[in-house]
């Protein structure tokens, strides 16, 4: 598809655009339901088709290539646990970690994203210190693509503080809703 083309696409989605409920962890561990104006859209590919939220402002997320994003063996990463976003800045805070410094390495660390299974495409969209990340193609029966965005603020020196993650699933054609959402598939 033409970059003009793909940029009507998006101007027509904007028009449409809702919000959409999710789940968030702040860092007090507290799990509160939030919006976000990210409408996604779909494109039919040869490999099938790829669910594509747009970030705040119109911006579509991108490819990334995760070999190039930072790793951290020492941090077990569990997203969904309340209590990982304390555990996370613990972790980070305690010793050097050359990745603290960038939103989206801390955001791959924090994920696991440096290792996803085979055949998840990640693409990802930084805007300051909030990173957007989308996993599509999940190996699940029920949920298709997986949204997650997480905000981070200046913490001690140049080390930076996730303060707060907000999950979002889309689920499969005849498994629940094809937007994201917390709701979980059937």
Not at 8 to 31: F, H, I, K, M, Q
Not at 73 to 88: I, S, T
Not at 98 to 104: E, F, K, R, T, V
Request: aromatic residues 4%.
């Amino acid at each position: 598809m033409k970059r003009s083309s793909l940029l009507l696409v998006v101007a027509l989605v904007l028009v449409g655009c809702s919000d959409d409920d999710g789940e968030t962890v702040t860092a007090g561990g507290d799990t509160t339901a939030s919006t976000t104006t990210a409408a996604p859209t779909t494109t039919e590919g040869t490999s099938g088709s790829t669910t594509t939220p747009l970030v705040e402002g119109g911006e579509a997320l991108e490819p990334i290539d995760v070999s190039e994003l930072a790793s951290d063996p020492g941090w077990e990463p569990r997203p969904d646990d309340p209590a990982a976003v304390e555990a996370f800045n613990t972790y980070v805070a305690d010793g050097p970690k050359p990745y603290a410094d960038s939103p989206l390495d801390l955001a791959a660390v924090f994920l696991g994203l440096s290792d996803p299974e085979e055949g998840v495409r990640v693409e990802a969209a930084v805007q300051g210190n909030d990173v957007t990340i989308l996993e599509n193609n999940i190996p699940d029966d029920s949920i298709a693509a997986q949204l997650t965005i997480l905000a981070f603020e200046p913490g001690e020196g140049d080390v930076l503080r996730l303060v707060e993650v907000t999950r979002q699933i889309s689920c499969r054609p005849g498994r629940g809703h094809e937007d994201f959402s917390a709701e979980p598939c059937v």
